[in-house]
């Protein structure tokens, strides 16, 4: 089964910054698109940002203006680079392809705290 596998999360003071990165195996990569997902602590699980196969992006309002989503096709990867982080953004991050979904990987918890 083909899974993401996501990392680069960790604890970061507000205004700071993380990238994170998903890699997803085999050969399909370039035709997936892709989005990244978050799961704040007891709330269901949120659509961020969303890449198509053809680099249009698309962001939750949320997020606008202090996220960047991008795709290196020839590393089958999805980063998200994240700045100016609130404690609001504080959740696990997960990445899938939003038209044709895979397993969910393990994601990669984000917690912004002083």
């Known amino acids: 089964q083909v899974q993401p596998v996501e990392s680069g999360g960790g604890l970061v003071q507000p205004e700071g910054s993380l990238r994170l990165s998903c890699t997803v195996s085999?050969?399909?990569?370039?035709?997936?698109?892709m989005a990244w997902y978050r799961q704040p602590p007891g709330k269901q699980r949120e659509l961020v940002a969303a890449?198509?196969?053809?680099?249009?992006?698309n962001y939750a309002n949320s997020v606008k203006g202090r996220f960047t989503i991008s795709r290196n096709n020839a590393k089958n990867t999805v980063y998200l680079r994240m700045n100016d982080l609130e404690p609001e953004d504080t959740a696990v991050y997960y990445c899938?392809?939003?038209?044709?979904?895979?397993?969910w990987g393990q994601g990669t918890q984000v917690t912004v705290s002083s």
């Open positions: 085999g050969s399909a990569f370039a035709t997936r698109n």
């Open positions: 899938n392809d939003y038209v044709n979904p895979m397993y």
């Open positions: 890449i198509t196969v053809s680099d249009d992006t």
